[in-house]
């Protein structure tokens, strides 16, 4: 099985720990978060990792060889020169996944106690194009599904922003679940990014298509943790210690 590891962000919101490293390699409990979340991967089962970089990118490559790629196959899609968001970053490194497998992208600053192959198991008994962990807690921004988890459109409640393909979309009535920063992906997607510019969020482009294809929702309940700003890291700590 094969992954992406979302790396390549500037991390602006762990400052000024981002100063002089990525945020893939801030510490949580002695252990970079790259560290973890490969080692996560790896215990379930994913012997190909993709990690995109971009700020710091070398200290990232480095760290690679220096743990010789954990004993598995690790590579890099260099983004120095340029950003390109979630959604770019997926479509830069389609060489990566030629076998027309799904897999799954994980963000560097997730913690979880998720089981990522059930996760991706659960994904193909669904036969879904894409399938994104969410879950029911507190947030700005909720990701809409209809009675089927399958994905309608977003809501930000603060400002009353909708998104949707669907036209005349109306909100009320949808399931409102929190995007989780795991999701599975499927190869056959690519053709439909062709259009987009070169750089672009990836739920932009799930809810552009969501009228076409089946992106479903997999609602868990569980341990989970942003480690995205400097409060976040005592409670990683304690993520840990549990």
Known sequence: MKAMVFAAGMGTRLKPLT??????????AGVPLLEHVIVKLKGAGFTDILVNVHHFASQITEFLQQKESFGIHIECSNETDCLLE???GIRKGAWFF???APFLVHNVDILSDLDLGEFYRNHLAQNAAATLLVSKRETARYLLFDANRNLKG???EQTGAVKSPIEGFDASGYERLAFGGVHIFSPALFPLMEQWPQRFPIIDFYLS??????IKGDCRQLRWLDVGKLDSLDKAEQFFKQ
């Open 98 to 100: 030629d076998d027309n």
């Open 209 to 214: 298509v969501a009228d076409k294809v089946c």
């Open 86 to 88: 979630t959604g770019g």
């Open 154 to 156: 977003w809501i930000n």
């Open 19 to 28: 100063d002089s490293m990525p945020k893939a390699l801030v510490p949580v």
